[in-house]
C-alpha cells in the first residue's frame, strides 16, 4: 500500500463518519421526543468524534501544515470519499434508525477488521470506535423492531426506508482503488457477516430486505448524488466565508 | 362543563394503568410513553441516588434513554429505571405527625457513649 492510497483510506473512513454525523445532527431540536433527540446527537458527537481522529491521521500523513480543520471545512465535494448512503436526506425517524443500523453494522464488521491492520493509528482509533459503534447498533437495531413489528404506520415507514436505503448497501462491499490496496480487508466475509446480521434484525422485525436491486456507488471515488453540495454548504460556509475564523 | 380538580402528590398515582405524572383523562395523548424515575450509581460501592425522570415506551428504552441523558458526563456506573407509577410517597399533609415526632428524640443518634481512648475512628 503506498503512502497516497492510506491517505485516501483514511479519508474515506473520515469523510464517512463526518457526512453521516452531520445529517444525524439535523435532528437537533427536531427528534420526535426529548430523550431520542438527545441519542441520536450523541450518535452524531460520537461520529464527529471518530472522523476528528482519522482527519488527524490524514493531516500527519499529508503533512505541509494540513490540519483536521482544512481537510474537513476546505475540501471540494469531488475530494470526498464518504459512502453515499450518509449523504441521503434524514426523510423520516424509519430512514435515519435504518440506515443508521445497517451503516453500524458494516462500521462494526470493518473496524475489527481493521484492528488487525499494519497502521498501528488505524487499527488503535478502530478499536477505540468498536465501543461506540456497538452501542449504536444496540440503539439502532431496537428501533429497527420496534418500527417493523410495531403499528401499520410504523411498518410502512420502515419498509420504506429498506425500499429507499438497499439499493446504497452494496457500496459497502465494492471496493475503491485504495481500499483494495488494504491487505487485511476481506470484502466478501464482510458481506457475508453483515448480510447475516441484518437478516436476523430485519427477521426480527418482521421485514425482509429487495434480492438483486441495483446498487449504487461512486461516493467512494469522489462522485457523489446531489446531496452531498448543499451538505458542504451547510457544513463549510462559516470557514469559507471567514477563513480562519475562531470561537 | 364540569371541571374535577384533583390534587396529585410526586409519584401518587397507585390506580393508575398508564403510569406517567398526569392523571389518565387528562391526558392529550393516550399513546403517549409512560414516565420513568433514573436511579444513578456514581461508583462502585455507593448506593443509587435518584437523578431525575424520562419519557420510554419500555424498560430496555428507559435504560438506554437514561444512559443517554443522565451519564451522557461520566455521571455513573450502574442504572436503575423504575415507572413512575410504581413510586408511592409520603403525603405531605402528614408531615406533621409523620417526621415531628422525631425532632425531640436525639438520644437515637449514637453519640451518647463514652468511648475509651484507645478507640480510634468511630
Not at chain 1, 449523504?87 to 451503516?103: C, G, K, M, S
Not at chain 2, 405524572?21 to 433514573?38: F, G, H, I, Q, R
Request: glycine residues 6%; charged residues 20%.
Amino acid at each position: 500500500m503506498d503512502q497516497q492510497q492510506l491517505i485516501d483510506y483514511t479519508l474515506f473512513l473520515a469523510d464517512t463518519n463526518l457526512i453521516l454525523a452531520q445529517r444525524n445532527a439535523e435532528w437537533c431540536a427536531h427528534g420526535p421526543i426529548l430523550e431520542q433527540d438527545i441519542a441520536i446527537t450523541n450518535i452524531s458527537l460520537d461520529l464527529i468524534g471518530q472522523s476528528r481522529n482519522f482527519y488527524q491521521h490524514a493531516a500527519i500523513l499529508l503533512g505541509n501544515g494540513t490540519t483536521e480543520d482544512s481537510l474537513a471545512y476546505l475540501r471540494a465535494e469531488r475530494e470526498f470519499k464518504n459512502l453515499l448512503i450518509t449523504e441521503l436526506p434524514n426523510n423520516d425517524w424509519a430512514h435515519t434508525v435504518l440506515r443508521q443500523f445497517v451503516y453500524s453494522v458494516y462500521a462494526q464488521l470493518l473496524y475489527t477488521q481493521l484492528m488487525g491492520g499494519n497502521d498501528k493509528q488505524i487499527a488503535a482509533i478502530a478499536e477505540k470506535a468498536l465501543k461506540e459503534i456497538s452501542y449504536h447498533i444496540k440503539w439502532s437495531s431496537e428501533w429497527v423492531i420496534r418500527l417493523g413489528d410495531g403499528t401499520e404506520e410504523s411498518n410502512q415507514r420502515i419498509n420504506k426506508a429498506i425500499d429507499n436505503l438497499w439499493p446504497y448497501t452494496g457500496e459497502f462491499f465494492n471496493p475503491a482503488y485504495y481500499e483494495t490496496a488494504v491487505k487485511q480487508l476481506d470484502f466478501a466475509g464482510l458481506q457475508d457477516s453483515w448480510t447475516q446480521k441484518v437478516t436476523s434484525v430485519l427477521e426480527e422485525a418482521t421485514l425482509s430486505f429487495p434480492q438483486n436491486v441495483f446498487m449504487h456507488s461512486g461516493g467512494k471515488q469522489g462522485v457523489h448524488t446531489e446531496n452531498l453540495g448543499y451538505i458542504l454548504a451547510d457544513l463549510q460556509y462559516l470557514q469559507r466565508a471567514y477563513p480562519g475564523a475562531e470561537w | 362543563m364540569k371541571i374535577a380538580i384533583v390534587k396529585n402528590y410526586y409519584g401518587d398515582f397507585g390506580g393508575e394503568e398508564t403510569g406517567g405524572n398526569v392523571p389518565k383523562e387528562y391526558t392529550a395523548d393516550s399513546t403517549a410513553w409512560p414516565l420513568w424515575e433514573v436511579f444513578i450509581r456514581s461508583k462502585q460501592g455507593l448506593d443509587h441516588k435518584h437523578a431525575g425522570s424520562l419519557k420510554a415506551a419500555d424498560a430496555q428504552m428507559a435504560i438506554e434513554n437514561a444512559r443517554d441523558v443522565y451519564t451522557r458526563r461520566q455521571e455513573g456506573v450502574s442504572l436503575w429505571v423504575v415507572e413512575s407509577k410504581y413510586i408511592h410517597a409520603s403525603n405531605p399533609d402528614d408531615a406533621e405527625s409523620l417526621y415531628e415526632p422525631a425532632e425531640d428524640k436525639i438520644y437515637r443518634h449514637p453519640t451518647f457513649y463514652d468511648l475509651p481512648d484507645e478507640i480510634k475512628h468511630m
